[in-house]
């Protein structure tokens, strides 16, 4: 497969079909990799969870990396804004598609497990939580902690193996896809991992109770993660000029 190199990709002049992508991108990525905890968590259990998010996420960036970039995440989208790889313009259309896909994917989601008898939704829905909504009760300040460091992980894998490449091709895809299952791995028994604000609202609009309490955590954690990650990348993958062609250098 040929390699399309990054800057052909031209992030800074979005329309409609980018927005699209990562609204439906954020959508399939909560129906699907949420959907795996909500309707299949006793039958799959963290590993497959895991697996779900990763494999979900790598099937969506081969999809519409070439389109959006496959962001499908604030955090990462306010790590690409601090990359200075795209527009305060385009962060906020990608925001904006963002936070409506995952509200989406939520509903569809909700009106699915409502027609399995005895399946529980208020309260949990796939949520994410501390305190005695976590599987081993790590407090505000672990939670808070822990979100800012998975988040940082897959921020800055994503924001250094696209450097050159668009997140479709090479190794990109499959390393933002492990790179999730592995936080997973990690992270959902301490919060049931967030790491994306757009993925923890829309579950937790259909939760309600102490989910939305807790969102708050899951909103802002995520989001410094980001942020950190995008200063950290800058200091180790510094922007090297190109070198001008041999005519221009005489």
């Not at 081969?62 to 990462?76: F, M, Q």
């Not at 939704?121 to 939580?129: C, D, E, Y």
């Not at 895809?173 to 999730?180: C, D, E, K, R, S």
């Not at 922007?239 to 250098?249: K, L, N, T």
């Amino acid at each position: 497969m040929p390699r399309l190199d990054l800057r052909s990709l031209d992030l800074r002049s979005v329309g409609t079909p980018t927005v699209i992508a990562e609204f439906t991108g954020t959508a399939l990525l909560v129906l699907f990799a949420v959907g795996s905890a909500v309707l299949a968590g006793e039958y799959i259990g963290t590993v497959g969870i895991s697996l779900a998010f990763g494999f979900t996420l790598l099937g969506l960036a081969s999809s519409i990396g070439p389109l959006s970039g496959a962001h499908i995440n604030p955090a990462v989208t306010l790590g690409s804004l601090l990359s200075r790889r795209i527009t305060g313009r385009t962060a906020l259309e990608y925001w904006i598609a963002q936070l409506l896909g995952g509200i989406v994917g939520a509903a569809v989601l909700f009106l699915i497990a409502k027609q399995v008898p005895g399946l529980e939704t208020h309260g949990t829905f796939g949520s994410n939580g501390y305190g005695d909504r976590s599987a081993v009760h790590i407090n505000t300040g672990g939670a808070f902690l822990a979100e800012i460091v998975l988040t940082f992980l897959l921020v800055y894998v994503f924001l250094a193996v696209t450097q050159h490449t668009p997140v479709a091709f090479g190794v990109a895809a499959p390393a933002v896809g492990l790179v999730l299952a592995v936080v997973h791995l990690v992270g959902i028994p301490l919060t049931g991992t967030s790491v994306n604000p757009a993925r923890s609202l829309g579950p937790a609009l259909f939760a309600g109770g102490g989910a939305l309490s807790q969102l708050w955590l899951f909103l802002v954690a995520p989001l410094i993660g980001g942020a950190l990650a995008a200063l950290a990348f800058r200091g180790t993958h510094p922007e090297v000029p190109e070198e001008p062609p041999a005519a221009a250098r005489g």
